[in-house]
C-alpha cells in the first residue's frame, strides 16, 4: 500500500500537469448490474449522473470501488475517475466539480490540504475541524469511519510472546529495561520525521540506540519483521493487507501520538445541495469500515491479487448493503 503525503511539495506546474494529465477528464462507465440492499431502497440516486474518485493505492482504489457501487445500487449512473495520481489531484477534481465524492483521510486533509503542522489527538475533534474549515473551500465532509490509516509499530506473534508487549507505553518500558530488546525497521522518512520515530521516542521517553534503528524501504520492512531477527518493530500502516497475511501484532498508540488518517467521504457540496440522499447512503457504510476490515479487504488486492472493484462488490454483497444481480 502506498501512503498519501507525497503530494505535500507539489509545485504549481505539477498541479497544472495533473490536472490534465492525471484522469481528470476520462474515466469508464460503471455498469454493474447490482440492485438496492440494507441501503439505497427507493433508488433515491435514479437518474443522478455521479463520478467517483480517489488517489492510486490499494485502499483509495478498494474505497472508490465501493463508493460507485453503492450510488448504482440507488439507481444513479456512474462514471468511474479513480485511482488519480498523487492526493493534491483527487482532491482537486472533488473541490473543482470533475468528481463529485471520494473517502480522504482528516489528517491529510488537516495537514497537507488546510495547512495545519499540529494534528488534533481526538479523533472526532479532528474530523469536526476538517470538516468546518473545508466548508469555505466547496467541500461537505461526512461522518468518518473508524478506519484509520496511520502510523504504528509492529511485531511478529513469536516476539510479541517473548517480550509481551501490546502498547507503545509497553515498548518504552522495554527500551529502559533491556536496551538491546528495542530494534527499529523503519523508512528513512519515519527515522527523521517529527511524526515519526523522533516524536514517538520523546512522547513515550524511550530509549532506543541509534545502531538499534535499521532503515530500509517500507516495502521490505514487513518481511523483515515477520522474520524477526533483523528487528523486534517494525514501522506499518495500520490497515495494510500484510499485517493480517503476516500474522503481525500492531502496538497500540496508546498516547495518541501519531495523527489520526481517519477515511471520511469528502463531498463536492453543490452535489450533496442536489443530492442530499447520499448523505444516508454513506453513513452505514462507512460505519462498517473499520482497521481491520481495510486490512482484510487491502490484503486481498496486494497479497491474494484480486480486482479492487471485485474486492468492494463481494464486501458490499456480503454485508447486505446492495444485491448482486
Not at 138 to 160: C, D, E, H, R, V
Not at 284 to 304: I, Q
Request: glycine fraction near 10%; charge should be neutral.
Amino acid at each position: 500500500m502506498r501512503r498519501r503525503r507525497g503530494a505535500v511539495g507539489l509545485t504549481a506546474f505539477g498541479l497544472l500537469v495533473c490536472v490534465s494529465g492525471c484522469g481528470l477528464t476520462s474515466g469508464s462507465p460503471m455498469v454493474d448490474d447490482v440492485r438496492p440492499g440494507t441501503v439505497g431502497a427507493g433508488l433515491p440516486l435514479k437518474g443522478a449522473q455521479l463520478t467517483v474518485t480517489s488517489k492510486e493505492f490499494t485502499e483509495q482504489l478498494v474505497l472508490g470501488q465501493i463508493l460507485g457501487l453503492v450510488f448504482e445500487a440507488a439507481g444513479a449512473n456512474v462514471l468511474d475517475r479513480t485511482g488519480i495520481q498523487g492526493s493534491i489531484g483527487a482532491r482537486e477534481a472533488v473541490k473543482g466539480g470533475d468528481a463529485d465524492v471520494m473517502y480522504e483521510y482528516t489528517g491529510t486533509a488537516w495537514i497537507t490540504y488546510l495547512g495545519h503542522s499540529k494534528p488534533i489527538t481526538d479523533p472526532k475533534k479532528q474530523w469536526e475541524a476538517v470538516r468546518t474549515a473545508d466548508a469555505a473551500n466547496g467541500i461537505s465532509w461526512l461522518p468518518p469511519a473508524t478506519l484509520n490509516n496511520t502510523y504504528a509499530l509492529a511485531m511478529n506473534k513469536a516476539n510479541q510472546k517473548k517480550y509481551g508487549t501490546r502498547t507503545l507505553s509497553d515498548v518504552a518500558a522495554l527500551s529502559k529495561k533491556d536496551p538491546s530488546a528495542v530494534t527499529l525497521c523503519v523508512a528513512p522518512e519515519f527515522a527523521s520525521r517529527d511524526d515519526g520515530a523522533p516524536g514517538m521516542e520523546k512522547a513515550y521517553g524511550m530509549k532506543i540506540r541509534p545502531a538499534n534503528i535499521a532503515k530500509m524501504d517500507s516495502g521490505i520492512i514487513y518481511t523483515q519483521v515477520s522474520g524477526g531477527s533483523s528487528c523486534t518493530y517494525g514501522e506499518v500502516f495500520t490497515t495494510d493487507g500484510r499485517i493480517k497475511a503476516m500474522s503481525l501484532v500492531v502496538m497500540e498508540d496508546d498516547k495518541r501520538f501519531f495523527p489520526n488518517y481517519n477515511a471520511a467521504p469528502e463531498v463536492n457540496t453543490e452535489t450533496l445541495r442536489k443530492y442530499p440522499a447520499i448523505t444516508g447512503l454513506l453513513a452505514p457504510v462507512t460505519a462498517k469500515l473499520s482497521n481491520e476490515v481495510a486490512r482484510e479487504l487491502n490484503a486481498k488486492v496486494d497479497v491474494d491479487g484480486e480486482d479492487p472493484h471485485a474486492v468492494a462488490k463481494e464486501w458490499l454483497v456480503t454485508e447486505g448493503f446492495i444485491k448482486d444481480g
